[in-house]
């Protein structure tokens, strides 16, 4: 495929991460947060059956393994109304900062820790000088 | 109030990285459709669970129950439609390439949202800000390829 598509492609995948963030603030600010959480899962959970059932690979659903596997769906009930009360009272552009500076400090744990299964992986300087940067960058930011 | 928002803010990045490693574990066991489906259905368990609780101690407003807004139609194709485009781009550009894309449409998309819905200014200091940690990001992931 054509490179250029592909970083379109891309681009637009981080557009529809936002618009979801949107649609849910949308919700939240009509109704209520929690109730938009709500329904949010509940329509999200219709789609998601109906995605499975038109394009699953295989019907192996009772084999999810441990239960600790499961541990993504209750954190991430927790998403769209952290999300939603950020984009009411913050903004759309500083709450996304702030997810993308919360999503990576997260991933940086994971990777010098070695969590889930990954292998740890060795800081150098530069590294360090980066991590530094982006907290800089999220203290002058929210100010 | 104001700081409270910014740590949410930031601990819902941190819960969407924890959520999509356990996702990925999960997929393993039962394919990536079937990971997403399991994932949603738990979540909305635990909505349903939030929102009872919330209720019974009285901060949800419990008279909306049945009332839907036709921008969760929208709401539901973006969930399903990340996971299936995340699914197809990976393996088809490299990291730094996909972060750097990420950010810029996730950028250009929350600056226009900001101007056009909810007709909010972006100071310079919140622009100069983003500016660094995005420098950062690309610096560390630039390192890591």
């Known amino acids: 495929?054509?490179?250029?598509?592909?970083?379109?492609?891309?681009?637009?995948?981080?557009?529809?991460?936002?618009?979801?963030?949107?649609?849910?603030?949308?919700?939240?600010?009509?109704?209520?947060?929690?109730?938009?959480?709500l329904a949010y899962y509940a329509v999200t959970v219709i789609a998601s059956f109906i995605t499975y059932f038109l394009l699953k690979e295989n019907n192996t659903l009772a084999k999810y393994g441990s239960l600790k596997n499961l541990f993504g769906g209750p954190l991430g009930a927790f998403v769209p109304i952290f999300v939603a009360l950020g984009f009411i009272n913050l903004g759309a552009f500083l709450t996304t900062m702030l997810l993308i500076t919360g999503q990576f400090l997260t991933s940086f744990i994971i990777d010098v820790k070695g969590k889930f299964d990954l292998p740890k992986m060795k800081m150098n300087k530069m590294k360090w000088f980066s991590v530094v940067l982006i907290i800089i960058g999220t203290v002058v930011m929210s100010l | 109030m104001y700081t409270i928002?910014?740590?949410?803010?930031?601990?819902?990045?941190?819960?969407?990285?924890?959520?999509?490693?356990?996702?990925?574990?999960?997929?393993?066991?039962?394919?990536?459709?079937?990971?997403?489906?399991?994932?949603?259905?738990?979540?909305?368990?635990?909505?349903?669970?939030?929102?009872?609780?919330?209720?019974?101690?009285?901060?949800t407003d419990v008279t909306y129950l049945g009332g839907l807004h036709y921008i969760l139609i929208l709401a539901a194709i973006c969930g399903v439609a990340i996971v299936l485009l995340s699914n197809?781009?990976?393996?088809?550009?490299?990291?730094?390439?996909?972060?750097?894309?990420?950010?810029?449409?996730?950028?250009l998309s929350s600056v226009a949202f900001d101007a056009f819905v909810f007709h909010k200014e972006i100071t310079m200091t919140n622009l100069i800000g983003a500016a660094i940690v995005i420098c950062g990001i690309i610096l560390y992931d630039y390192e890591k390829s």
Do not use: E, H
Not at chain 1, 14 to 36: F, K, P, Q
Not at chain 2, 11 to 34: E, P, T, W
Not at chain 2, 95 to 105: C, H, K, P, S
């Open chain 1, 1 to 37: 495929m054509n490179k250029k598509l592909v970083y379109l492609y891309i681009a637009i995948a981080g557009v529809t991460a936002t618009v979801l963030n949107l649609s849910n603030t949308i919700m939240a600010d009509s109704y209520d947060v929690i109730y938009g959480n």
């Open chain 2, 5 to 59: 928002y910014l740590i949410l803010a930031l601990l819902a990045g941190s819960f969407i990285v924890l959520q999509r490693n356990y996702n990925m574990r999960l997929a393993k066991n039962v394919g990536v459709l079937g990971s997403n489906l399991i994932n949603y259905a738990v979540g909305f368990f635990f909505a349903i669970l939030i929102y009872i609780i919330t209720a019974y101690i009285g901060i």
């Open chain 2, 88 to 107: 197809w781009l990976v393996p088809k550009a490299s990291a730094i390439t996909f972060t750097i894309f990420t950010l810029i449409g996730q950028c």
